[in-house]
């Protein structure tokens, strides 16, 4: 009994041991291949494999928003919410049944992808691999899928690092086969939920030349990194977000990228189907988003082509991409999928009748354009000599679409116009008429005189009564200069004796601030009118070319710009006279704890006619101006807390040249945008940079760089920009204001400002845009994050780190 008891246990004992032994085989087999297709272990239906931490997941996906019809392989991101492929297997070649296609390893090796279980649509194709029954699919956390041997993971056969798709991974390479004289490509999907080939690529040069470039159609390149100077690409933003590395033997040469930041696997960089540029994104938990951090060519309208034919771009506006006066979108679905590859069609077809017909009504005409980035390929016409000649030759080719013609000869288009953009502010603008039905052109004529009658009703009443309160106006202002007992007047300017203006100020005893150009005191007129004089510094004219400068500046009238009275040039004393603001600058109401906290609505009608000012001077004076100092300072108000801009024109007085005009300008440092500092030419746009900076100011009522404690501060563009991005911006708000404001108004402001201060001067907003924003008129769309905003971020502790060790 004992001993059958004891070989009835052993037999127990042995086959538990078994059925451990198995499960335990089992369970590991289970585990190893989570993350890895074999020969035994194929994908089909809603099967996935998983890398080891989670981060990717290999299987059949179909595109958000596709309706499910295709389906496709990929690599997608398995820790976020909303699905985002990283990579496409047959993105040529999708399928409709996920349960009828599987992807497994085939008897030569290869990992493939049967439809309907039997016919290869997409293979790895290596020739190499010695065994099909030892080879793997693995997929890894940093996204990467091999295909390798089983027993030794060095042995690499195939990997889809070196065939990407239209995403750049940090830890991949990308470079140049030195063997078959092939770089790297990525290719944008062809819209947003087609990951077929799209129209731009990107790649390392030909030949290996190490810069990376952009192209559209494989044929035109639209931007290039720079060459690589050891460390990075000089238009490639590194260095305080991630390094590179360039790898560099026999067989290839690439470049291989790191971040910096803690969490990379949540970091991609993607060649965009929508703008053609190449993106740098940070995938944000709390908005559930990918945040755009960075973006070349940063201007969306640098991009060639693409708005597609008869297409116009702006890099302001959202949507960036609308059609040329008389045309419409051609596939409006395609569109808004964001392919505007086949761009927009004519709404009336060109009658082509030259100039047989008689009847006029039906001929074709022009539209004229003007300040355009005229179309590319134009065809030349040497024998027209004239604008005229030019005109008739386009009107007589019924394939003529426009013409153009300037002091290097008649320009016509017979193609779709590609390229083109309007409201173009560079040195190449032209102007281009555009050939249009009859029937566009008299709508468009129609409308002009039915303004014209509207105006003629309006205005003329309106003319009548303004003429009445200029008449009045006009007789006070000679009275009130008949009590100063002023003896020369020049432009309705007063010319005061020095000795005048020392006696209207009490001997300039009354300062009432120092900007950029001089000291500022207030001052009294006989009849008890207040003024502040400006004695101005470092001026370098003679008296003719001031007193010219200065009449230029008095005829200078608008509501938001502060209004000179007068001037005194003796010898080498030269004096402003402007109306005297009773209630100070901007800048004391906002940093100043002693006054009353302006509201929102004050603040945003502030934000407003300050725009409207700079857009005066710069778009509608006879010579434009540039301001060179916008900061709140620089910002007066009236009883009524109207603001006015001062100091206007005053960088033209002392002169322009750069090194004069920054060294004028001091302690102004946060405002001045970068080209400015790097010594580039100075456009309308510094001024946009200095106003975006200030807006900052508006919203949070505090100065942009704040000490938040012992050697530590906040730089509020940076956080703000940040925040935005990521769709928290209520924290933003001034605190004092307890959360009372437009939070449409607020939302318009915090992306204006953020507009407003982009590194490339091409992607600010022009005044004139802002005042239409700002007015609601126009859409805002979500800004990048600018790099220089780390830069002088950066800059700015250096200082600060440097005073405090210099102190202790």
């Not at 944000?284 to 082509?305: D, F, H, R």
């Not at 426009?402 to 008649?410: I, Q």
């Not at 320009?411 to 173009?424: D, K, P, T």
């Amino acid at each position: 009994m004992a001993m059958a008891y004891s070989c009835s246990s052993a037999t127990s004992f042995l086959f538990l041991s078994i059925i451990l032994f198995l499960s335990l085989v089992s369970f590991t087999f289970a585990t190893t291949s989570t993350d890895t297709i074999s020969a035994q272990h194929s994908l089909t239906g809603n099967q996935t494999i998983t890398s080891g931490g989670g981060t990717f997941v290999l299987g059949f996906f179909t595109p958000q928003g596709s309706g499910g019809n295709y389906y496709y392989v990929g690599i997608w991101y398995g820790k976020i919410s909303v699905l985002t492929p990283a990579w496409v297997a047959n993105r040529v070649t999708p399928v409709t049944d996920p349960t009828t296609s599987e992807l497994k390893i085939s008897d030569d090796g290869n990992l493939v992808l049967l439809h309907q279980f039997k016919s290869i649509i997409w293979s790895t194709n290596v020739t190499t691999i010695s065994s099909s029954n030892s080879t793997v699919a693995v997929i890894l956390d940093n996204g990467n899928l091999q295909l390798r041997d089983g027993s030794n993971s060095s042995l690499v056969f195939w990997q889809s690092f070196d065939h990407p798709t239209e995403t750049y991974l940090p830890g991949a390479k990308f470079g140049f086969n030195k063997i078959t004289k092939r770089s790297q490509q990525l290719t944008s999907w062809k819209n947003k939920v087609d990951p077929s080939p799209g129209i731009f690529t990107f790649e390392m040069g030909p030949n290996g030349l190490l810069q990376y470039l952009i192209l559209w159609n494989m044929s035109r390149i639209y931007w290039a990194s720079g060459l690589w100077d050891g460390y990075e690409f000089s238009s490639v933003p590194v260095g305080y977000m991630y390094h590179m590395q360039l790898v560099n033997d026999t067989d290839e040469m690439y470049i291989t990228y790191m971040l910096d930041i803690a969490n990379h696997s949540m970091y991609r960089e993607v060649l965009d189907y929508d703008t053609g540029q190449i993106q740098g994104l940070v995938w944000m938990e709390n908005s559930k988003s990918w945040m755009l951090i960075w973006a070349q060519p940063t201007s969306k309208c640098s991009v060639y082509g693409v708005c597609g034919p008869f297409g116009s771009c702006t890099d302001f506006t959202s949507p960036f991409c609308y059609c040329v006066k008389g045309f419409r979108i051609k596939s409006q679905t395609d569109w808004d999928l964001g392919d505007r590859s086949q761009g927009c069609e004519r709404k009336t077809g060109l009658q082509c009748s030259g100039l047989n017909n008689s009847v006029d009504s039906e001929k074709d005409g022009f539209f004229e354009m003007t300040n355009v980035r005229l179309p590319d390929s134009p065809n030349t016409l040497s024998t027209a000599g004239s604008r005229e000649g030019c005109e008739l030759s386009c009107l007589r080719n019924c394939s003529c679409n426009a013409y153009s013609y300037n002091d290097s000869g008649c320009f016509v288009w017979h193609r779709g116009l590609l390229n083109l953009q309007e409201q173009y502010n560079q040195s190449d603008a032209g102007t281009l008429y555009l050939r249009l039905a009859a029937s566009e052109l008299q709508s468009s004529e129609s409308n002009k005189r039915m303004a014209t009658h509207i105006s003629v009703g309006v205005i003329v009443p309106a003319v009548v009564v303004c003429l009445f309160i200029i008449g009045g106006l006009v007789w006070k202002r000679e009275r009130k200069r008949a009590i100063q007992n002023s003896k020369v007047v020049q432009n309705s300017l007063v010319s005061f004796m020095y000795d005048e203006l020392r006696i209207a100020t009490k001997n300039f005893s009354e300062k009432l601030g120092a900007g950029g150009f001089g000291s500022v005191f207030k001052g009294s007129l006989p009849g008890s009118i207040d003024i502040a004089v400006k004695k101005l510094e470092g001026l370098y004219q003679g008296e003719k070319q001031f007193r010219a400068e200065v009449s230029t500046l008095g005829a200078i009238q608008h509501v938001n710009l502060i209004r000179l009275i007068g001037f005194c040039s003796q010898g080498t004393k030269k004096l402003l006279a402007y109306e005297f603001m009773p209630s100070g600058s901007l800048a004391d109401h906002l940093f100043r704890s002693n006054l009353n906290v302006l509201d929102w609505k004050t603040r945003y009608q502030i934000a407003i006619g300050t725009a409207r000012g700079l857009a005066y001077l710069h778009e509608q004076c006879r010579d434009n101006i540039i301001h060179c100092d916008i900061k709140p300072e620089n910002i007066l108000l009236d009883d009524a807390l109207v603001p006015k801009v001062a100091d206007f024109g005053l960088a033209k007085l002392v002169g322009r040249n750069f090194s004069k005009v920054l060294t004028t300008i001091r302690g102004s440092r946060g405002y001045i945008a970068p080209e400015w500092i790097s010594g580039m030419p100075i456009t309308t746009k510094v001024d946009v940079y200095s106003y975006g900076m200030m807006l900052f100011e508006i919203i949070s009522g505090k100065r942009n760089l704040m000490y938040t404690g012992e050697s530590s501060f906040e730089f509020f563009p940076l956080v703000a920009t940040n925040k935005l991005v990521i769709g928290d911006v209520k924290s933003l708000l001034d605190q004092r204001l307890e959360g009372k404001a437009n939070s449409e108004e607020f939302e318009i402001a915090c992306k204006l400002a953020c507009w407003c201060i982009q590194d490339n001067e091409s992607s600010r907003p022009t005044m004139s845009q802002i005042v239409q924003a700002l007015e609601g008129n126009l859409d805002v769309g979500i800004p990048p994050v600018p790099r220089s905003l780390q830069v002088l971020n950066e800059s700015w502790a250096e200082s600060i780190n440097s005073s405090s060790s210099h102190q202790n």
